[in-house]
């Protein structure tokens, strides 16, 4: 049974920094696109960041530069560094996992940012409040 749970969620003023870390279970293989996405309410949920098994990233636009994504596969966690944070980054943030082939995973995985719906696995979040 596959598990993701998510810690590190808090409330920051603008311009501070958060750590997210994704504790990951029962993923028997190491072919996963894995990623973060966030949700505000009312509203559709955006990808922010994937990475694929060969640990190539991918941002959305507004991420850009001040967000790392990671993994650490023996430890089999997934964190997102969040530098210069900003009111706009308020959401509840979740981890997911997608099974990928090997072949095209860089184009699939890069892919799923723009497209949620397409990861099987997901955590139940943590929350990130960014006051000004």
């Known amino acids: 049974q596959v598990q993701l749970v998510e810690s590190g969620g808090d409330s920051v003023q603008a311009g501070g920094s958060l750590r997210l870390s994704c504790a990951v279970s029962g993923l028997r293989d190491s072919n996963f696109c894995m990623g973060w996405f966030r949700q505000v309410p009312g509203k559709e949920r955006e990808g922010v960041a994937t990475i694929n098994s060969d640990g190539q990233t991918n941002y959305v636009d507004s991420v850009k530069g001040r967000f790392t994504i990671s993994k650490d596969n023996a430890k089999n966690t997934l964190d997102l560094q969040m530098n210069s944070l900003k009111p706009e980054d308020s959401a509840m943030y979740y981890c997911?996992?997608?099974?990928?082939?090997?072949?095209?995973?860089?184009?699939?995985?890069?892919?799923?940012?723009?497209?949620?719906?397409?990861?099987?696995?997901w955590g139940k979040g943590t929350l990130v409040t960014i006051s000004s």
């Open positions: 997911a996992a997608e099974p990928t082939i090997a072949i095209n995973s860089g184009t699939y995985c890069a892919n799923l940012l723009g497209f949620w719906q397409g990861m099987d696995y």
